[in-house]
């Protein structure tokens, strides 16, 4: 809703949302720090932001930011220390966001986009890396050989073609129709062949500043070992922009469950190497238990990169699927019998994972009672959180648990 009010005025938000933008909140993605959109060049949700309002447990109201000077609008965001940023990223656990201002950027009159693949996971990593320090991209993301196979059994082409005509008519992607045409002949096999891919996409002020940044991004993949391959995936995302929330489930209804970490972008080869390794050592339970782990990672910023493997294993839909997704779409799901010892060895190999990124010191989004944040962040900078939270939520009020904070 946001991005369709801005639209209309030629203007947009730097970061401009998840990927699950049909049904997140705009809240919800500033107490979660989310990416995707932009995420590359514009870095977090909360690097768009310049104020907040903020309620607090007691029902009083706290400006941040110039807005919170007595005379102030909320143009900027800095004015003495940063309070605005206690409030993003808190999982909601120091208030409630009432008002959030934002940044405005002009809609970009021109839109590229560009997918490689690579033989091996090190020629993805470094191309994605060196994309990123270059400031080239706007959303650059990678897929091993697991997660294209699983994203592709769910594609549905004719819609995404479709998606795409509107994406040529109202944002300017380079090409035009003759993209489009050529995103239907590629169809889903185009990455049959393909062990990990990386696409990217870019935007400019006229086509020129565009075509230089993509003729700049193919050196630098052919410089790492890649191949081209059509470009369908950023295509289509394009098009869809916030596609529906069945990319929450396997394409058979298998269940589905991720973990992440952000990493500089100089760790992210030898993390991905730790994380094989941990899969590894499991695998006989995976082929056993029919548990299939895929792995997403994304540019944040100039100098980070989300890892995020994905577990897809059979068992039986939770209430949260059936309460998401309407009785026709339920009806295209396999009906899977319980799988108890498979849900268990996810949630192990899930919990190892999140110790091998607290001991590489990782970050992470979406932090709630997940990740080990108390146990990962240093002693002196956890009490003065834990200070902030007895002074803005005495009682404890406000999503009790978050962030490992007990008052």
């Given at each position: 809703?946001?991005?369709?009010?801005?639209?209309?005025?030629?203007?947009?938000?730097?970061?401009?949302?998840?990927?699950?933008?049909?049904?997140?909140t705009v809240g919800g993605s500033l107490s979660q720090h989310a990416i995707l959109w932009g995420s590359a060049r514009?870095?977090?949700?909360?690097?768009?932001?310049?104020?907040?309002?903020?309620?607090?447990?007691?029902?009083?109201?706290?400006?941040?930011?110039?807005?919170?000077?007595?005379?102030?609008?909320?143009?900027?965001?800095?004015?003495?220390?940063?309070?605005?940023?206690?409030?993003?990223?808190?999982?909601?656990?120091?208030?409630?966001?009432?008002?959030?201002?934002?940044?405005?950027?002009?809609?970009?009159a021109a839109v590229g986009t560009a997918s490689f693949g690579f033989d091996a996971r090190a020629g993805a990593v470094?191309?994605?890396?060196?994309?990123?320090?270059?400031?080239?991209?706007?959303?650059?993301?990678?897929?091993?050989?697991?997660?294209?196979?699983?994203?592709?059994?769910?594609?549905?082409?004719?819609?995404?073609?479709?998606?795409?005509?509107?994406?040529?008519?109202?944002?300017?992607?380079?090409?035009?129709?003759?993209?489009?045409?050529?995103?239907?002949?590629?169809?889903?096999?185009?990455?049959?062949?393909?062990?990990?891919?990386?696409?990217?996409?870019?935007?400019?002020?006229?086509?020129?500043?565009?075509?230089?940044?993509?003729?700049?991004?193919?050196?630098?993949?052919?410089?790492?070992?890649?191949?081209?391959?059509?470009?369908?995936?950023?295509?289509?995302?394009?098009?869809?922009?916030?596609?529906?929330?069945?990319?929450?489930?396997?394409?058979?209804?298998?269940?589905?469950?991720?973990?992440?970490?952000?990493?500089?972008?100089?760790?992210?080869?030898?993390?991905?190497?730790?994380?094989?390794?941990?899969?590894?050592?499991?695998?006989?339970?995976?082929?056993?238990?029919?548990?299939?782990?895929?792995?997403?990672?994304?540019?944040?910023?100039?100098?980070?990169?989300?890892?995020?493997?994905?577990?897809?294993?059979?068992?039986?839909?939770?209430?949260?699927?059936?309460?998401?997704?309407?009785?026709?779409?339920?009806?295209?799901?396999?009906?899977?019998?319980?799988?108890?010892a498979g849900e268990a060895l996810v949630f192990e190999v899930r919990a190892k994972l999140a110790e091998l990124f607290?001991?590489?010191?990782?970050?992470?989004?979406?932090?709630?009672?997940?990740?080990?944040?108390?146990?990962?962040?240093?002693?002196?900078?956890?009490?003065?959180?834990?200070?902030?939270?007895?002074?803005?939520?005495?009682?404890?009020?406000?999503?009790?648990?978050?962030?490992?904070?007990?008052?």
């Open positions: 809703a946001l991005l369709g009010a801005l639209e209309a005025e030629g203007l947009r938000t730097p970061f401009w949302g998840p990927l699950s933008g049909a049904v997140a514009h870095g977090v949700s909360a690097d768009s932001v310049l104020g907040l309002d903020v309620v607090l447990a007691d029902g009083s109201v706290l400006a941040t930011g110039a807005g919170a000077a007595r005379h102030g609008r909320p143009f900027l965001r800095h004015y003495g220390p940063d309070l605005t940023g206690l409030f993003l990223g808190d999982c909601g656990a120091l208030g409630v966001k009432a008002r959030a201002t934002l940044k405005l950027i002009r809609q970009p470094a191309a994605m890396s060196e994309v990123a320090r270059a400031g080239l991209a706007t959303e650059c993301f990678g897929m091993d050989p697991t997660l294209q196979r699983q994203r592709l059994k769910r594609a549905r082409l004719a819609q995404g073609v479709a998606a795409l005509k509107g994406v040529v008519a109202n944002e300017g992607l380079l090409g035009g129709l003759r993209d489009v045409a050529r995103v239907a002949l590629a169809g889903r096999g185009f990455l049959d062949e393909v062990n990990y891919s990386v696409h990217v996409g870019t935007e400019g002020r006229d086509a020129g500043e565009v075509n230089a940044a993509l003729a700049a991004i193919r050196r630098i993949a052919a410089g790492c070992g890649s191949r081209a391959v059509p470009d369908s995936v950023p295509k289509l995302m394009r098009g869809a922009r916030y596609v529906s929330m069945t990319s929450a489930i396997g394409p058979q209804g298998e269940r589905w469950l991720p973990v992440h970490a952000l990493l500089p972008l100089s760790d992210v080869d030898a993390a991905c190497t730790a994380v094989e390794a941990l899969f590894a050592a499991h695998a006989a339970g995976f082929r056993q238990h029919g548990i299939e782990v895929g792995v997403l990672t994304a540019v944040v910023g100039g100098g980070a990169c989300a890892l995020e493997p994905v577990f897809y294993w059979p068992a039986p839909r939770t209430e949260y699927y059936q309460r998401l997704f309407d009785a026709a779409t339920l009806a295209g799901f396999e009906d899977f019998p319980p799988n108890p607290l001991a590489r010191g990782a970050a992470h989004l979406q932090i709630g009672k997940t990740y080990r944040y108390r146990e990962g962040i240093g002693p002196a900078a956890f009490a003065l959180l834990e200070s902030v939270k007895r002074a803005v939520d005495p009682q404890g009020l406000m999503n009790p648990g978050a962030l490992g904070l007990d008052v």
